[in-house]
Each structure stands twice: as C-alpha cells, then as structure tokens.
C-alpha cells in the first residue's frame, strides 16, 4: 500500500484482502506517509514547485488510501522511518506529522493509528533509537491520535534478548499497542 508503488501494484490488493478474510487473518496497511521524496510515485513533484499544495496533496493522499478499502485493514503506518526519511517535516514543519495522524483519524476511525521505524530493537544505533523515542513524545504530548508503536525487526546479527527487553520496556510508559511489523534475520550462521 506504498503511494510510491500501489498503482503497479493495486490490481494484487484485492485478491490478498479477499483471501485473508476468507482466512480470518488480520491485514496491516502500510504505509500512508513515507516522509521521503524518493518514496513518491514516479514523476510526482508538487514539493517543488508548491509546498503549500503538496502539504495538502499528502492530507487528500491519507484520506484516500485510508478509504480504499475501509474495512480491510485493523492497524495502519501513519508514518514511517522518521529518522533516516524526514524531508517532508524538514520541507513543511514537524507539525505537519499531527496532521497526518489527526487526518488518518478523521479519515477511517475503524482502525489502530502506528507510527514504524526500523533498527529499535535490532540495532546498536542509540542516536536513532533516541530520535524514535523523541518523535512518539512529540505525538505523546500534543496528543496526536495514535494507538500503536511499530518496531521493524530486521535482524543482521544476534541481538541478546534481555537487550531486546530492554528497549521494550523503554517505550511502555507511552501506554501504547507495540507490534514487531516486520521481520526478517539475516545473518550466515542460523543457529
């Protein structure tokens, strides 16, 4: 469900959601807003030329895309991978992710708002796992409509569970949902 990619991909969507509800499987949607210019659809280049457009284009880009299929999905990435893909906030103003969430809100209240970032729980990067705990703040205390913290777990080495634990429990005085979105390990030795 990446804007970048939905139109080559959007003809597959419905087949998957038919077939994991005939599953009773749970589908997460991912992502409405991936902060990054290389993450738009191909040729697209309102930022350039119109901010002020474009911060409105990504408000209509939520309401749709949390519209398209309205029932399918229990949980949504508002917002992805603050901490390496900021060029929208840098471009509009770090308000402008309170909009989103807010947006996402209004749009299709049937579903659990997330923010998601990647190397939280599998990297030693404690400058970005830092800037993750300041962005969930940020929601936090301006009191954004959000439910739920994502975690990617792309693991490229072993990573000490008590560690994992750890960090875990750093983000529950945020009394929210948290979900592993992703995973993946790769790494030669598999034991």
Do not use: C
Request: proline share 5%; no cysteine; charged share 30%.
């Amino acid at each position: 469900m990446k804007w970048r990619l939905h139109e080559k991909m959007k003809k597959d969507v419905e087949g998957l959601l038919k077939w994991t509800k005939e599953n009773d499987m749970t589908v997460r949607g991912h992502v409405f807003i991936w902060p990054g210019f290389e993450r738009l659809p191909k040729g697209y280049d309102l930022h350039k030329k119109d901010p002020k457009a474009f911060r409105k284009d990504l408000v209509k880009h939520i309401k749709e895309f949390a519209n398209l299929y309205p029932d399918a999905f229990s949980e949504w990435d508002v917002m992805n991978e603050p901490y390496t893909e900021h060029a929208f906030m840098d471009l509009l103003g770090k308000d402008v992710v309170l909009e989103w969430f807010k947006t996402a809100r209004e749009a299709n209240p049937n579903y659990l708002n997330y923010i998601n970032d990647y190397g939280i729980l599998s990297d030693n990067n404690s400058q970005h796992q830092n800037n993750y705990y300041d962005w969930i703040t940020y929601l936090a205390e301006n009191k954004a409509p959000f439910e739920g913290i994502g975690f990617q777990g792309h693991y490229t080495a072993p990573m000490p569970p008590e560690v994992i634990l750890e960090r875990i429990n750093r983000y529950g005085k945020f009394n929210k949902k948290m979900r592993n979105t992703e995973f993946g390990y790769d790494h030669t030795d598999h034991e």
